[in-house]
């Protein structure tokens, strides 16, 4: 069985010293090895952007994919193989700047796997720049005097729009978020987890101390239902979305199940070899 190490490979991550990224990859490390994942069994596909050099440190299948791309080639990955662990992870650039449309659409057809977003609240890699989740007034190298717009509310979003797995998690606490991974990945259907990660480069404003002092975290919380979708909005706008925790939890059929002609194996264990009859018949359907 595979351990800790496994999912451990030599080279050094390249990230600033203290960076938020570090913590998310050493408790996705940690959830597949507590999960018993063997890592042939796992695929992480990441974007571009500090984050998502997640893929070359981590011991699976991995795929480095376009800015803003992760969701379409992780959804691919899932389709053609449902027998994988899918795990995609990017930024908050990534995700819900240049690749909204994906996740808006990846949410609602509950494709089976789990989503981790390193919401820093800035562009990292390229050196600083205003993110879609940076508050309304924050100074960046793209907003000197300070952004005029209404920061994107991705876990408000991902609830309304159907994911059923929706969780926040703080790179400052790893015990937690490694649970909350364990979590996702056992979740069967599409999970998101949006990671609090902070950019101690070029972020000064929402730093460790910051969301320490701002967390509102529902592990705290003993009579917390995450299957309430108003309840979780609720605590949401009353705590400006600095919650940690299962936020929503739903069961509903997931979209290699759900979908017409879906067959039960893989495609990837199916042969698809047409027999020379087969292809006459369709070539002549189609004259
Ligand atoms: C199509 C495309 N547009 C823009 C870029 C430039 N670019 C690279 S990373 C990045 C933003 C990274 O920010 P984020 O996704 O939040 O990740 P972080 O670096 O903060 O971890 C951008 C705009 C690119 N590589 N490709
Ligand atoms: S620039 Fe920011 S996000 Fe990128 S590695 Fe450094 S601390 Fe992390």
Redesign the pocket.
């Known amino acids: 069985m595979a351990t800790l190490k496994d999912f451990r490979v030599s080279e050094k991550a390249t990230w600033c010293p203290g960076c938020g ?1 570090f913590t998310v990859l050493a408790a996705l490390q940690a959830a597949s090895a507590n999960l018993g994942i063997e890592p042939y069994n796992m695929v992480l596909v990441s ?6 050099k997640i893929s070359q440190h981590f011991g699976s299948y991995g795929f480095h994919s ?3 791309r992760t969701l379409p080639v992780a959804t691919g990955v899932q389709l053609n193989n449902h027998d994988l662990v899918v795990v995609a992870a ?6 819900y ?2 690749g909204i449309g994906h996740f808006m659409h990846a949410l609602r057809r509950n494709i089976d796997m789990t989503y981790i977003v ?3 609240h ?5 050196t600083g ?1 205003t ?1 879609p989740t940076s508050h309304r007034g924050f100074k960046s190298k793209t907003s000197p005097a300070g952004s005029a717009e209404e920061p994107v509310r991705p876990v408000q979003t991902a609830i309304i729009n159907g994911a059923s797995f929706v969780a926040q998690a703080f790179s400052g606490d790893v015990k937690q978020m490694t649970r909350i991974m364990e979590e996702a990945i056992r979740h069967k259907g599409f999970s998101l987890i949006n990671a609090f ?1 902070p ?1 101690v480069t070029f972020n000064k404003v929402n730093t460790y101390d910051w969301f320490k002092e701002n967390i509102y975290n529902l592990d705290e919380i003993i009579d917390y239902d995450p299957t309430d979708k108003f309840a979780a909005l609720r605590v949401l706008e009353d705590h400006g979305s600095v919650v940690t925790g299962v936020i929503y939890q739903e069961e509903r059929p997931v979209y290699h199940e759900a979908m017409i002609g879906a067959t039960k194996d893989p495609t990837v264990k199916l042969d698809l070899t047409l027999q020379a009859e087969e292809i006459e018949a369709i070539k002549n359907s189609l004259r």
């Open positions: 990224h974007g571009i952007g500090c984050s998502g376009l800015h803003g990017g930024g908050d650039g990534d995700g700047g240049i390193m919401d820093n800035i562009y990292g890699l390229t720049q993110s990660s950019c």
